[in-house]
Every structure is written in C-alpha cells, then in structure tokens.
C-alpha cells in the first residue's frame, strides 16, 4: 500500500525499542523485587508500573500492525481506531487507579505522564485512525506522533519508578522487628 511505503524503517525502529524497553522492564523489576515494601505497594504497581507495559506494548502493536502487508487502509485504520479508544478507557481505570493507591501521592508530573499525555496519544491515535480514511498520509504523521508519545512517557515514567525506588525506598532506614 502506497500510503505506509516510507514508513517501515520507522515502525522497525520503534517496535523494536517498544519490545527492548519492555525487556527491561521485566529485568527492573526482578532487581527491585528484593528491596523493602511499603504498605500499599501492590495498587501502586497497578497504577505506575504496569501502565508502562501497556504503553509499550501498544507502541509495539501499533508498530506491528502498521508494518504488516496492508492492501488497504480501512484493516489498519479499525485497529489502530480501537486502540486508541481502548487506550482512553484503560487510561481512564489508570486514573481510578492512582486516585485509590495509598504508597504514593501523585503530583503535577504523576498526572502529566501518566495520563494526560498517554491519553492525549490515544485520542489522537483514534482521530488518526479515523482521518487516515480520507486522507491516509497526512494522518500517518497523527499516528507516528502517537507511537513516539508512547514510547517517550513510558521511557519516562520507567525512569522515574527506578529513581524513585533507588533514591526514596532504598534510601529509607530498615524496620528492625524484635521479636522474640
């Protein structure tokens, strides 16, 4: 198809850092897995962490799809338009989230990274989608910015779980339980 001819390097380049990131997430958490946790650790993972795989993974489907031999745009269009709409609603269970988790108390950041520019991604993901029916190449450039948005707010919000757990958990005094 004529319309996604010049973008395979793109795809190859940011499915492959979609899989790779989600590689290292898995090794993150193995090495953190020994360090001290906090009351509430477990729905602050639900609301931090797993979101990033799901970033990653969206990136990395996005990417799959989009490199696939499509001999039209309409196939592509509906299941890019239905993981856009289904990232919304899974960013909105993401804010439920990060309301109802008592580990941490999100700030300004929190909230930009994990769910303003995410949905913002989405939203434009799904409009992309819908757009590229009538007019396919101007909104691959919606679809590319989506992927990237993805990729760069879970690259973000990874680093920021790391540094938190390096710099805040470990940093914390161990509880000394005497117990007989």
């Given at each position: 198809?004529?319309?996604?001819a010049g973008w395979e390097n793109f795809y190859v380049i940011v499915g492959s850092s979609a899989g790779a990131l989600i590689g ?157």
């Amino acid at each position: 198809m004529t319309e996604l001819a010049g973008w395979e390097n793109f795809y190859v380049i940011v499915g492959s850092s979609a899989g790779a990131l989600i590689g290292l997430q898995f090794v993150v958490m193995a090495l953190i897995a020994s360090l001290p946790r906090a009351p509430g650790s477990a729905q602050a993972g639900a609301a931090f962490a797993t979101p990033n795989i799901v970033h990653f993974g969206c990136a990395l489907l996005l990417s799959a799809v989009l490199c696939a031999p499509w001999h039209g745009i309409g196939g592509p269009a509906i299941l890019l338009g239905l993981l856009g709409l289904n990232g919304v609603a899974y960013e909105i269970i993401v804010a439920r989230c990060m309301q109802k988790q008592t580990a941490y108390r999100p700030e300004f950041e929190d909230w930009l990274f994990h769910i303003l520019l995410p949905c913002a991604a989405y939203v434009v993901l799904a409009v992309s989608a819908y757009a590229s029916l009538a007019h396919a190449s101007q909104a691959l450039f919606g679809v590319a910015a989506a992927a990237l948005l993805l990729l760069f707010a879970g690259i973000h919000n990874a680093w920021d779980a790391v540094t938190y757990h390096i710099f805040v958990v470990s940093s914390r005094p161990p509880k000394t339980d005497e117990r007989p």
